[in-house]
């Protein structure tokens, strides 16, 4: 069975095998007989949230398969055989009232002698659409399969599929949020008037190399995402017409939450240098007027240029500015053509103290 491109989704071969041995009743947490097994155990934990990325959606189901730690998908004799293709590492979570839901299974395997990365199938079932749709794979940040170009290519379905690890103990645990209807073909959305910028949240920050005219990297080309993407960050993009007093303030508020917030927050301030001479300068100017200390002030030739591949993070220079809110190298949150105002501080400041969660203090695992 295959549905049709015009239902939401597009084609989705075996949709129906989700259905097959469902529960009745389907709690937010769910946990496979892989947890109590040998291998990695692995937790995801996190909320599926409506196509704002911040409303959550509660009574989505999500259903999961994936292959054993030898990287097959392994069956059993009592689990539903209409669905023994997809193995017995398989389940479903409902979100909750605030959108939570938490898987408990073990890490799976990459499929032997392939060249395919580890990973879990994900379908979503909303309430108000009657088929499921399919999301990206969830695979690992991790993996050596994982290769540049395999990331580049992923389809962003409902977010980016990268589960970022950390260890408690010696449990795997990854935060990831769906986003719902992002990517997704034929998904029933209402126009919007409002400027563009940036990537969607639930998408990845691409790396790009900036150039450091003021700040911890300085005279550098350093990656704010390869060296900083661990913890929270602030892009902060200034677009062609930003007002320099404007600048000043958001850099003074930006400096004071990251002493406030201290190894768990990096800033960043972006602008170009193709419409002005000795930009460079007036940013070492502004750093050594201001006394900023964390925040790093940074340059691009262009938000199109490719050198420094910061044209994959789709920055509109007609926009004021774009603030760019990322965890674990994965867009949170976003603001465009913001100005400073106390309110709009505390917007900031809140959705920072709102996207902490539980694990940023939990180290990854280490890799021999």
């Known amino acids: 069975m295959a549905f049709q491109s015009s239902q939401v989704g597009g084609p989705f071969e075996n949709a129906e095998f989700m259905y097959f041995g469902m529960p009745e009743n389907i709690a937010s947490s769910d946990t496979t007989l892989g947890w109590f097994g040998e291998g990695q155990k692995l937790v995801i934990t996190g909320k599926i949230l409506k196509a704002d990325g911040r409303t959550p959606a509660p ?13 097959y998908y392994s069956s059993r004799t009592d689990m539903d055989q209409r669905a023994a293709r997809h193995g017995h590492l398989r389940g479903w979570v ?19 002698k ?17 088929t499921p749709y399919y999301t990206d794979a969830l695979v690992f940040d991790d993996d050596i399969l994982l290769t540049t170009a395999k990331r580049k290519a992923m389809d962003n379905r409902a977010g980016s599929g990268i589960l970022r690890v950390l260890m408690k103990g010696n449990i795997q645990i990854a935060e990831h949020n769906f986003i719902l209807g992002l990517n997704i073909p034929n998904y029933p959305t209402t126009k919007s008037d409002s400027i563009k910028s940036g990537r969607a949240i639930g998408e990845d920050v691409f790396s790009f190399t900036p150039y450091h005219a003021w ?13 900083y993407g661990r913890y929270q960050g602030v892009l902060y993009f ?6 320099s007093a404007e600048v000043k303030a958001w850099l003074q508020f930006l400096e004071r939450e990251s002493f406030k917030r201290e190894q768990y927050l990096k800033v ?27 925040v790093s002030l940074t340059t691009v030739a262009s938000y199109s240029d490719r050198a420094s591949e910061i044209y994959l993070n789709e920055i509109n220079p007609s926009a004021r500015n774009t603030f760019i809110i990322y965890k674990h190298s994965n867009v949170v949150a976003k603001f465009i053509e913001l100005s400073p105002t106390e309110n709009n501080f505390k917007l900031i400041s809140e959705t920072l103290d709102n996207i902490k969660g539980d694990y ?7 890799h021999k």
């Open 59 to 71: 009574n989505v189901i999500v259903y999961y398969y994936h292959t054993d730690t030898e990287g």
């Open 94 to 112: 409902k979100s909750d009232a605030d959108g939570n839901y938490s898987i408990y299974t073990v890490r799976p395997a990459a499929y032997p």
């Open 114 to 130: 392939r060249s395919d990365p580890a990973h879990i199938h994900p379908t979503i079932l909303e309430p108000q659409i009657n």
């Open 215 to 227: 700040g911890p990297d300085q005279g550098t080309t350093t990656c704010p995402i390869c060296k």
């Open 238 to 243: 200034a677009g062609d017409n930003t007002d």
């Open 268 to 294: 960043f301030f972006t602008c170009t240098t193709e419409r002005q001479e000795g930009v460079n300068a007036k940013l070492v100017q502004i750093g050594r007027s201001l006394g900023l200390r964390k």
């Open 360 to 366: 940023m203090h939990l180290a990854p695992p280490k």
